[in-house]
């Protein structure tokens, strides 16, 4: 968009760009050596070293600062142990030409390639039951570039990451006793809290001072919370033909860029647990029914034509909400049931403190932890002489169960810096 300014307006503008130039200059200065620019999952906002070299007042660099924040990315996942028992059912997967089967196939190969896809005979090929999503929750922001000298100034809008939503879904495997297949909800939840994430915000919208109240009212995008996505996810799931019925927990988060502030939406018994100082310093209440029933979304055929056994419809508005200030080093571990039935809190701490010691790239290390956690549930889930979380919990109940649980398993894994 490029329009007529005056002289004092073109001053007004140049000014800021230069102070945004010469702050973002400093940051990087300050940040040279402690971070990868390679990093493909890299969150924050980060000017190029070619972009703050000085320039000619005529035509100069769109430079921004960065965020005070920034969150590297790991996602991994196992399908459930192949039994040679297990009930097949009549729907099919998303078909690729799908929308939704585009988008859980870039998921499903996003960080893990198709190599751990297929690391064996009794491994599924995509994520089971359970599903995730990570978004960029992006703002817009405008790029000042000049023309001819006191003539026109172009106003370019860009996307820059302002945080990141991400989350999981565990689909209930009761349905497939009704012949439905429990992963085409889960995918298609997390689909829809992807498609509402993109555009949103991770927090209240950052608006230039030096803008003009129209050029104001041009930033697109809103301010989403956890559970506003989780709502809104609801209601794609529900107008989704493609989804004839099915039920999920689900876990949604948003790490801001600009304060660090971590936001959460829990409803059932998927959950996280942060990590500071090699401790636990917050762990995500589970939310059931009764034991080994947790809350959950639901939706029933629209001619049902007969009742469904143990069917339970909760709504989003019952979600566990949390707020949290996050600090540099913090590591946030998502998970489904899968994994929180199957590992101990002190073996999670354990096997990210030893991944934390390679001597790799900070991307290198998270992935390896997501990789590293899920090997380790898979591991425990197969192992009947070994007392698992699910054990001890099922014992307080009076119920006899020994060894792990089979099931599903996803971990999402996210690294926290400050860039200053």
């Given amino acids: 968009m490029s329009r007529l300014v005056s002289k004092p307006r073109y001053y007004r503008c140049l000014r800021a760009h230069n102070t945004f130039r010469a702050f973002d200059s400093k940051r990087l200065q300050t940040n040279t050596g402690s971070q990868s620019s390679s990093c493909p999952r890299q969150l924050s906002t980060r000017s190029s070293s070619k972009a703050s070299q000085p320039s000619d007042i005529s035509s100069p660099s769109p430079v921004y600062p960065g965020h005070p924040y920034m969150f590297r990315i790991a996602s991994s996942w196992a399908g459930k142990p192949s039994t040679g028992e297990d009930r097949a059912t009549d729907d099919l997967p998303f078909p690729l030409e799908s929308p939704i089967g585009r988008w859980r196939e870039e998921m499903l190969d996003r960080d893990i390639g198709p190599k751990k896809k297929r690391r064996g005979k009794d491994w599924a090929q995509d994520a089971g039951e359970d599903f995730f999503y990570v978004q960029e929750a992006s703002e817009i922001s405008y790029a000042f570039t000049c023309g001819h000298l006191y003539l026109s100034l172009f106003m370019c809008p860009y996307r820059r990451p302002q945080g990141v939503s991400f989350g999981l879904a565990d689909g209930v495997g009761g349905w497939i006793e009704n012949g439905v297949n429990p992963a085409l909800f889960s995918q298609s939840l ?70 660090g502030l971590l936001r959460s939406a829990n409803l059932g018994d998927s959950g996280y647990s942060i990590i500071r100082s090699s401790n636990v310093i917050y762990k995500e209440k589970i939310q059931t029914h009764f034991f080994n029933c947790p809350k959950q979304l639901t939706k029933l055929p629209a001619n049902p034509g007969r009742k469904f056994a143990r069917v339970c419809i909760d709504s989003p508005k019952e979600a566990n909400n949390h707020s949290m200030k996050l600090r540099d080093g913090d590591i946030v571990v998502v998970y489904t049931d899968g994994f929180s039935d199957n590992v101990f809190p002190s073996e999670m701490l354990s096997i990210c403190s030893l991944v934390g010691r390679k001597d790799v790239t900070e991307d290198e290390q998270v992935q390896s932890m997501a990789d590293n956690l899920v090997l380790y549930a898979r591991q425990c889930m197969m192992d009947r002489r070994r007392v698992s979380p699910f054990e001890r919990e099922a014992a307080r109940e009076g119920m006899f169960f020994r060894g792990g649980v089979s099931c599903s398993v996803t971990v999402l894994v996210a690294l926290v810096r400050e860039t200053s």
């Fill in 190 to 259: 997390m689909y829809h809290a992807h498609r509402y994430s993109r555009n949103a915000w991770a927090g209240e919208p950052e608006i230039d001072p030096t803008l003009d109240y129209e050029e104001r009212e041009q930033v697109e995008g809103w301010e989403l919370t956890p559970h506003h996505c989780l709502d809104l996810a609801l209601g794609g799931v529900l107008r989704e033909r493609s989804v004839q019925a099915g039920s999920s927990t689900a876990c949604l988060l948003t790490l801001n860029s600009s304060s």
